[in-house]
């Protein structure tokens, strides 16, 4: 299934993508989602000794999955909803960069040794035998690192690879270990099976599956669909950092979702670009359309053939380019980071990065949005919103009035108190003023005013919530017998104020004015 995924995927992403070197794989994320459901209607079936039914429902499972994601996709691009991954804050994105750079690396010291990475299991890598299967393989990650950093020449990546291999094997020879005893010992990828199963969704597939259970999982397929989409959108906009390119997004959740819709028919699983191997593409200077194609091509042989060429690449190689790959987001993110980014927005980035290894990608990402979204507001509410303060002695409208009337101003002038406001109000930020003018109330200044006038000319918005702050102020200015009045206001602003008790109903014109001079 994940063959056929990979065969379709490669075909029209290399063909028609406008990311020429971009390489679609089915998602790790949810194909492990799905495989919850998948047992949950494998427990559910074998209990009822229903077995020729178990395969046509989990089928028809990843069919309806892939199909919904398809069409999802397809939905995002057209409507062209991709724009908003643009308002996701550019720390975030470093967080997701880093965080797929730790898992890529701790991938591939599980590729080196085939123990998975756990509390329990740490204790076992610095077993001598297993030291010996991941330490060449991160030397070898560490040097193509310092290498490629150092001259910045695409052949490095290649020539590295090729090297190792044949390094490899010259070790093996001079030791006299046979492939067998290699491929025994899991120091290749291969032997792979001679031959794969694979078939189509047909009319009978769907027939006798057991749309029962597959309806009481409906909740997984939409977890599927909503975290592909997130990852789509994440990892096309960090493919655009990594290879410096702007991407049609839009174009390429129409194309992906097409892909999938395409893939579900032949059972295939959601997929979409996968952010490593674009990335490794990138850093070998690959150019044209050749990598995918090149994976169609394997992926038909295995289909309807077999990999046998492949299974005698080392494990140590393979693992190596994916620690070269996580080590080189961690440098970029984590290391020089720090040095690049302002002390709160790099600890945005190593906080997510904890949450993703710790907690997964959806939650990981999820709590650094919030914590980006807290440092935003509190960053935005320490922006000065009065613009300026002005009292009526000193400033008067542009209105030619008599000597009697500009005595009478001259006078009462003082009880005038004037802010210009500038900006986007919110409840940050209007507690920043409901607080300055706490302060100013304290002040020989304060002592004869009676009206307060809030100039809205520069404000460009009032969000709902800095409400509760202006009719906190309201009510204190009341306790003073102080007046709030308003000018400039848009029809949108008024309506908010009247709304949340600010402005009295029908009495406008009493509290707002058109500008300053009226």
């Known amino acids: 299934i994940g063959i ?89 994105v ?36 297993t030291l010996l299967r991941w330490v060449p393989s991160f030397l070898l990650a560490v040097s193509i690192l310092v290498l490629s950093r150092r001259y910045k020449k695409p052949l490095i990546l290649p020539v590295s690879i090729i090297a190792s291999v044949l390094l490899f094997y010259i070790l093996a020879q001079i030791l006299q270990i046979p492939i ?12 792979f099976p001679s031959s794969i199963s694979w078939t189509t969704i047909s009319s009978n597939t769907l027939f006798n599956a057991e749309w029962k259970l597959i309806i009481e999982n409906m909740l997984s397929i939409i977890a599927v669909v909503m975290i592909s989409s997130i990852a789509i959108l994440f990892n096309s906009t960090t493919i655009e950092i990594n290879a410096n390119k702007t991407i049609n997004i839009n174009k390429e959740l129409m194309l992906t979702g097409t892909a999938n819709i395409a893939s579900s028919f032949g059972g295939g699983l959601v997929g979409y670009h996968s952010l490593s191997l674009c990335t490794f593409n990138a850093k070998m200077g690959t150019k044209g359309r050749f990598p995918g194609i090149i994976l169609s091509i394997c992926c038909a042989i295995a289909l309807f053939g077999n990999m046998d060429l492949l299974g005698y690449f080392p494990r140590a190689v393979i693992g190596a380019v994916l620690l070269y790959l996580g080590l080189s987001f961690i440098i970029d993110w984590v290391v020089d980071g720090y040095k690049k980014l302002p002390k709160s927005d790099y600890f945005i980035v ?57 005595a009478c101003l001259e006078e009462n002038g003082d009880q005038l108190y004037i802010a210009r406001l500038q900006g986007f109000i919110f409840f940050g930020s209007a507690n920043k003023i409901l607080t300055h003018i706490q302060s100013m109330m304290e002040t020989q200044q304060f002592a004869n005013i009676k009206y307060l006038l809030f100039d809205f000319t520069l404000v460009n918005g009032l969000d709902s919530s800095s409400i509760l702050s202006i009719k906190k102020l309201e009510t204190l200015l009341n306790t003073k017998n102080i007046q709030l009045t308003f000018s400039n206001l848009t029809d949108d602003d ?24 009226h």
């Not at 029209?12 to 990311?19: D, H, I, K, V």
């Not at 790790?28 to 229903?50: E, G, H, K």
């Not at 010291?109 to 998975?116: A, F």
């Not at 990981?364 to 919103?385: H, N, P, W």
Request: net charge neutral; with cysteine; glycine share 10%.
């Open 4 to 92: 056929f995924s990979c065969l379709i995927f490669g075909l029209l992403g290399s063909l028609l993508s406008n990311f020429e070197t971009a390489i679609w794989i089915p998602g790790p994320n949810p194909a492990a989602i799905i495989a919850i459901p998948i047992s949950t209607i494998a427990v559910s079936i074998l209990s009822s000794n229903q077995l020729d039914n178990l395969l046509p429902t989990v089928l028809s499972l990843i069919f309806i999955t892939s199909l919904l994601s398809g069409v999802t996709f397809f939905a995002l691009g057209y409507f062209q909803l991709s724009r908003l991954v643009r308002f996701i804050p550019y720390t975030v």
């Open 94 to 129: 470093g967080g997701f960069i880093a965080g797929t750079g730790c898992l890529i690396a701790g991938g591939g010291l599980v590729t080196s040794t085939g123990i998975d990475i756990t509390f329990a299991t740490l204790p076992n890598y610095f077993d001598h035998k």
């Open 180 to 191: 067998d005893v290699l491929e025994k010992d899991k120091w290749l990828m291969g032997p």
């Open 350 to 406: 190593i906080f997510i990065v904890l949450c993703i290894i710790q907690l997964g990608f959806l939650k990981g990402i999820g709590i650094g949005l919030i914590a980006a979204v807290f440092f935003f507001c509190f960053r935005y509410s320490q922006i000065t919103v009065i613009k300026q303060e002005l009292f009526g002695t000193y400033h008067r409208s542009s209105r030619e009035r008599s000597g009697e009337e500009n």
């Open 494 to 517: 008024k309506d908010k104020l009247i709304e949340g008790g600010c402005i009295p109903a029908h009495k406008e014109n009493t509290f707002v004015f058109e500008d300053r001079d």
